[in-house]
């Protein structure tokens, strides 16, 4: 089991579906926006067991540090002490959670899942640059 450093940032646990895409972009922005006083992870309910590479080239392409995401099942953060938890998709937000110690504050944010997207290169990259931009905007709110 991973063990959550303590310290004094805020820990937040961003949950998905399949870990690959929305959550993973949320855990790079809050960990280069709100570095210092926040920290966060994510992880999925059905890990996809990749993290999708447009969501890499999108971080990428905003400046974002991606470091080394990887795919996991939230399993993997059962009864670790976490602050905020919260689902990114509304698949993820409708499924029994684990216990997460801590009673930590839980929120939704309902953001379109950019994997789903089709057509051309455009506008795939078009998709994930709008749910890059609605993550990044929650963030901004919640990190002020």
Not at 78 to 87: H, Q, R, S
Not at 99 to 109: A, C, E, N, R
């Amino acid at each position: 089991m991973l063990r959550v450093m303590p310290d004094d940032s805020q820990k937040i646990l961003f949950l998905c579906t399949g870990n690959s895409c929305r959550s993973v972009m949320a855990e790079a922005l809050i960990n280069h926006l709100g570095q210092g006083p926040y920290k966060a992870w994510s992880a999925g309910s059905s890990p996809a067991g990749y993290v999708h590479p447009k969501a890499i080239e999108t971080l990428i392409r905003h400046g974002i540090d991606p470091a080394a995401p990887q795919s996991k099942s939230w399993d993997v953060f059962a009864n670790e002490p976490f602050d905020l938890v919260i689902t990114v998709c509304d698949q993820a937000a409708g499924e029994s959670c684990p216990v997460f110690s801590g009673k930590p504050t839980k929120l939704h944010w309902s953001i379109p899942d950019p994997a789903k997207a089709q057509g051309t290169e455009a506008e795939i990259n078009a998709a994930f640059d709008e749910s890059f931009m609605l993550l990044k905007g929650r963030i901004d709110e919640l990190v002020k």
